[in-house]
Every structure is written in structure tokens, then in C-alpha cells.
């Protein structure tokens, strides 16, 4: 009877119906946009407090609309929700950042690391540590120059056996891991512990909220005393960044700094950057 139930608001509920479509058109927009070359990054400074300069970029994906214009994330979300297309906007990420970086080196830009977001899916081949040393080693970019961005989520969730072997294979060869969203979903600190995480990024949910202060500061706090760097997103003005930085906050990003921009914009806003 359940089942019945559920069937029938499929086939005769037209507002679901047309989401379905919905869903389906999108998915086959983003594909078609795959072939195309539509799928950017944008890069968004993060800033180290105590030396006041630039300690790497966070590579985010864009969607190069030839119609809508320059096309953020929230746009796309469906996409990342599917296997085939969550690994095929992997690679493009990885493959533009990687080639991005190789420009930059060859230039002499001083952009310190480049942070890539991960999704789940990337993690179900198994060999994703194999596959990203490989492009490393392709495109000449030493290990220490990325950082891997994966959600607490991630972690926490499908074959949580894989990711921790994956990570910790990645962070032996010397590629940064960076726990996203930290505090959004149910990582518990005994969790923490399991995985070699380098750095502790806080959901900038957490940092614009005044009323959040002292969670901040307990993330900071902790984060320092397990040994990980930690990094507020989202901050957005100097008032955030004065209490970040009294809490002992070691890195900070957020439009207060600079929005996320195109890769033509970093070589003057590294060289323009008086922290
Ligand atoms: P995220 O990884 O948590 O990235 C931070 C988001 O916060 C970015 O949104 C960034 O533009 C935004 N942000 C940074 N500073 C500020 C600020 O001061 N104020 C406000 N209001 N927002 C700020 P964006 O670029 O729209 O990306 C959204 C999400 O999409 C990312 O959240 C990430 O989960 C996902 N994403 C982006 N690129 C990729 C990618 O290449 N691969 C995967 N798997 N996910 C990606
Ligand atoms: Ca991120
Ligand atoms: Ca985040
Ligand atoms: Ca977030």
C-alpha cells in the first residue's frame, strides 16, 4: 500500500512531475555544458593572520553560461547530487586547477597552495589518491602546492573506510587535507581523530553569527590542540576578523578580502596584497 501510494503521487502529481523534468533538463544541460568547456574556476584568497599574506587560493566552480552569464554552484547542485556528472565536474576541477597552477609556476605567481573541493563520488573508485598523484605528476605540480577541501559529511558518511585510507595516503605524499563545513554536520571529536586532517575549516554559518562566538573560539581552541590549522570562512567584515583574530584564528576567507575571481585576476591581487 506504500508503495501504491508513492507510485501514485509520481504519476499524477504534476508539480512533482515537472521537478523530475526539471532535474532531468538540468542534468542534461550540465552534460552538454561538460563537452562544451563551460566548467571554470573562480579562486577565493585565504589569508594567514599572523603573517598578514596570502597562504594559497580555494578553487570554486563556475558555470560559464552562454546565455545566463557567469553561473555559481547553487545553480548546479543536482548535478554534484549524480555519480556520472559529480565525477566528470571532479575532474574538470582537478584538470583546471592543475594546469592553472602549471601556468602560474611557469610565471612566477607566488599563489601558494590551490584548495579543491571533493565530492563523494570521487572517493568510490578507490583510487583517488593513485589518480590525483598521477595528474600531480603529469602537470609537474609538487604535492605540497594543493590541498584537498572534503565535507564533514564526506567523511562521516559512505564507506567512511575508503575516504580514511584515501586521505591518509594523500597526506602522506604531502597533499593538504582540509575538513570542510566543520560543525554542520555530526563529526564528533573522536571522529576527528581517525583522520589525518591538517586543517579545520569553520562554516561561515558559524562565523557570521554573533551569538555563535563561543563556538568559534572552542573550534579554534580544539583545532590548535590537536595540531590542525584553522580557518574561518566567510567573513565579511573587520569586526569577524578582529574576534577571529583574538581567538587565535590562523587563517580567515571571505568577501571581506576579496569575492571569488577569475584566474586572470590573482597575479594583481597577490602582488597588490598589503595583509
Ligand atoms: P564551500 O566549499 O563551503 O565554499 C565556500 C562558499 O562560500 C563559496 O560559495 C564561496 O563563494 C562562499 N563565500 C566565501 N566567502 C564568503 C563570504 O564572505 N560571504 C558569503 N556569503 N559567502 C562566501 P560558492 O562558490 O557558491 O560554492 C558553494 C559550494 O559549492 C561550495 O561550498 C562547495 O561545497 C561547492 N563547490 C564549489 N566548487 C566545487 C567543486 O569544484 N567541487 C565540488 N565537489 N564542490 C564544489
Ligand atoms: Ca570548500
Ligand atoms: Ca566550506
Ligand atoms: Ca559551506
Known amino acids: 500500500a506504500k508503495d501504491e501510494g508513492r507510485n501514485r503521487s509520481i504519476l499524477f502529481d504534476p508539480s512533482m512531475r515537472s521537478a523530475l523534468e526539471q532535474r532531468l533538463e ?17 579562486y577565493q584568497p585565504v589569508i594567514d593572520l599572523e603573517s ?16 545566463q552569464g557567469v553561473l555559481t554552484p547553487d545553480r548546479f547542485m543536482a548535478a554534484f547530487e549524480d555519480q556520472d556528472l559529480s565525477l566528470k565536474l571532479g575532474d574538470v576541477a582537478f584538470e583546471t586547477a592543475l594546469k ?30 593513485e589518480e590525483v598523484q598521477e595528474r600531480l605528476a603529469r602537470w609537474g605540480v609538487p604535492c605540497d602546492r594543493l590541498t584537498i577541501e572534503v565535507t564533514e559529511t564526506v567523511y562521516m558518511g559512505w564507506a567512511s573506510d575508503v575516504v580514511s585510507d584515501t586521505v591518509r595516503k594523500l597526506h602522506a605524499a604531502g597533499v593538504m587535507i582540509a575538513l570542510d563545513d566543520f560543525g554542520t554536520g555530526y563529526a564528533s571529536l573522536a571522529n576527528l581523530r581517525q583522520f589525518p586532517i591538517d586543517r579545520l575549516k569553520i562554516d561561515k554559518g558559524f562565523v557570521q553569527n554573533a551569538e ?15 595540531g590542525m590549522k584553522v580557518v574561518a570562512e566567510g567573513v565579511e567584515d573587520q ?16 568577501y ?20
Open 26 to 42: 538540468l542534468l542534461r544541460d550540465v552534460r552538454a555544458a561538460i563537452e562544451a568547456d563551460e566548467f571554470i574556476l573562480y
Open 52 to 67: 598578514g599574506s596570502v597562504a594559497g587560493f580555494e578553487a570554486l566552480m563556475r558555470w560559464a553560461h552562454p546565455e
Open 100 to 129: 592553472q597552477m602549471r601556468a602560474w609556476l611557469d610565471a612566477g605567481v607566488e599563489f601558494g597552495r590551490v584548495a579543491v573541493n571533493i565530492s563523494a563520488a570521487q572517493f568510490r573508485s578507490g583510487r583517488l589518491a
Open 212 to 226: 555563535d562566538a563561543a563556538i568559534v573560539k572552542a573550534v579554534i581552541t580544539l583545532g590548535g590542540s590537536m
Open 239 to 254: 569586526d569577524q576578523l578582529e574576534a577571529l583574530a583574538a581567538y587565535g584564528c590562523d587563517q580567515v576567507q571571505g
Open 256 to 275: 571581506h578580502f576579496s569575492r571569488p575571481m577569475p584566474p586572470e585576476r590573482v597575479p594583481g591581487f597577490v602582488d597588490g596584497f598589503v595583509g
